[in-house]
């Protein structure tokens, strides 16, 4: 009997793995041998972040959040009468000035011709705006300041939550732009929202002083901001520095309490949100060998 075991074990077929489940004679149909976690992979797609590089990449956050951040203390300073409509007119047009100076100076596909279109482009959406202001200043006549505020808040907090900071759908003048539903969501909140606050508006004219503003801003600064971005990664830095200080500064005269809790989410965007990222890099287990579901590629070029 022993010596039929061992003729059994000696003419025993050497175990294989056998793709979709297939049955192999004289093994179980889960067996494995000790080869089967030799081609295991730990963490191959993993990406090794450094914490430096995560808190620069931040800065494009917190830069915008200081970008709405001015904005809401324009608009509250307007609404306050503090700002008056010939010196918002004067801003709207050193804005716009100092935009198409970016574009010039960081931009070496904008040619005489695009610059044509997008000032012609421009001077409609002017003329657009200073026609509809009349409109926009009795849109929200019947509701009341409280819920006009409440909702602007709102609007604001959609579209800071929806914005795209990483870039990926803005593009360089001349280029397709694809929007994705969230930025085409962050946008019209943004839009909304300034619609709502010059509603509240005393004139006509500060309507269209305050609407050519925020659209200024939540339209083109994006690109004016990847553009120099692209341009130099250093005067990237610098500006967006030199912009949270103004922020702030601007802000502690408004509110000191602003001042706080804008100082504490700058903090917390650029300094805390990239060390737990990196903290929970250390927890992040995966697992790669052949018995993962294959991964099909096909090929549509001619």
């Known amino acids: 009997m022993m010596k039929g075991a061992a003729d059994r074990i000696l003419h025993h077929p050497k175990w294989k793995k056998v793709a979709y489940g297939g049955m192999q004679p004289g093994y179980d149909d889960n067996y494995t041998d000790e080869s089967f976690l030799e081609a295991m992979v730990m963490n191959a797609n993993v990406v090794k972040r450094d914490l430096f590089k995560v808190m620069q990449d931040s800065v494009s956050i917190s830069q915008y959040l200081c970008i709405v951040a001015l904005v809401i ?11 008056d409509e010939t010196s918002l007119l004067k801003l709207d047009v050193g804005l716009l000035a100092l935009g198409f100076s970016v574009l010039l100076l960081t931009t070496s596909q904008l040619s005489q011709q695009l610059l044509s279109r997008y000032l012609l482009n ?13 409109v926009y200043h009795t849109l929200t006549r019947s509701i009341s ?54 509603s509240r508006l005393p004139s006509r004219l500060h309507v269209f002083a305050i609407m050519f503003f925020s659209l200024q801003i939540f339209l ?21 520095f030199a912009l949270m200080v103004m922020t ?12 706080v809790l804008l100082l504490g989410l ?3 965007v650029s300094v805390v949100c990239p060390y737990w990222l990196i903290r929970i890099q250390e927890y992040k287990f ?15 070029t001619e």
């Open 122 to 134: 421009i001077s409609f959406f002017i003329s657009g705006l200073y026609i509809l202001a009349p």
């Open 248 to 259: 702030l500064s601007v802000v502690f005269q408004l509110h000191r309490m602003l001042f």
């Open 220 to 240: 083109f600064a994006p690109l004016i901001t990847f553009c120099i971005k692209k341009y130099s990664f250093k005067l990237h830095m610098w500006f967006s």
């Open 266 to 268: 700058l903090v917390f």
């Open 73 to 83: 203390s324009v608009w509250i300073h307007t609404l306050g009468s503090v700002i």
């Open 145 to 198: 300041s409280d819920s006009i505020y409440a909702l602007t808040v709102s609007l604001l907090v959609v579209h800071l939550f929806l914005h795209d900071y990483s870039g990926s759908t803005i593009r360089p003048p001349g280029a397709l732009n694809n929007p994705t539903l969230a930025s085409n969501i962050s946008l019209n909140a943004s839009i909304v929202a300034s619609v709502l606050v010059a």
């Open 286 to 300: 995966e697992i790669n060998g052949p018995w993962d579901e294959a991964k099909l590629c096909f090929d549509i």
